[in-house]
């Protein structure tokens, strides 16, 4: 009578080198995150400096954004007229929104001011401007 060997099965094991490289990976992206290195959406900008400023409450907000030539409403670039009637959208969905002015040092007071007398004259009256904290 014959009999056939069985084959040898060979235990299971982990590869321990391709999980050390997916660990080193997800280590090295997570410190260029928190680091800042990978750049985050929107316009650098400098803001201005105050002694009394703080830190804002959680609420329903919109950042427009003010350079010397252009203006952004959440990262997107618009014009005043778009940027009255985006944030009148956002407010017809009941809830009363906050807006906040993330303006450049460079930027003339004139246009500064021309924006939040805009603002203020179609009805949004929180209107807050984004300083930095001494």
Same mark, same amino acid.
């Given at each position: 009578? /014959? ?21 080193? =990976?997800?280590? *090295? =992206? =997570? ?17 201005? @400096?105050?002694?009394? &400023? ?7 907000? $919109?950042?427009?954004?003010?350079? $010397? ?14 940027? *009255?009637? &985006? ?5 017809? &969905?009941?809830? @009363? ?9 460079? *930027?003339? *007071? ?7 007398? /805009?603002?203020? $004259?179609?009805? =949004? ?6 300083? /930095?904290?001494?």
């Amino acid at each position: 009578m /014959r009999s056939w060997s069985e084959t040898k099965k060979a235990k299971p094991h982990i590869e321990l080198i391709p999980m050390i490289d997916v660990m080193m =990976f997800l280590l *090295v =992206f =997570f410190v260029l995150i928190s680091l800042n290195v990978i750049p985050s959406q929107g316009l650098k900008t400098q803001l201005p @400096s105050a002694t009394t &400023s703080q830190a804002l409450k959680p609420q329903t907000k $919109a950042i427009v954004t003010l350079l $010397a030539n252009q203006i952004q409403l959440d990262g997107q670039n618009t014009s005043i007229d778009q940027l *009255v009637q &985006s944030l009148k959208a956002q407010q017809q &969905s009941g809830k @009363s929104i906050a807006v906040i002015i993330n303006s450049d040092k460079g *930027v003339a *007071v004139e246009q500064l001011v021309s924006v939040m007398d /805009r603002l203020r $004259a179609d009805g =949004f009256t929180s209107v807050s401007l984004a300083t /930095r904290k001494v």
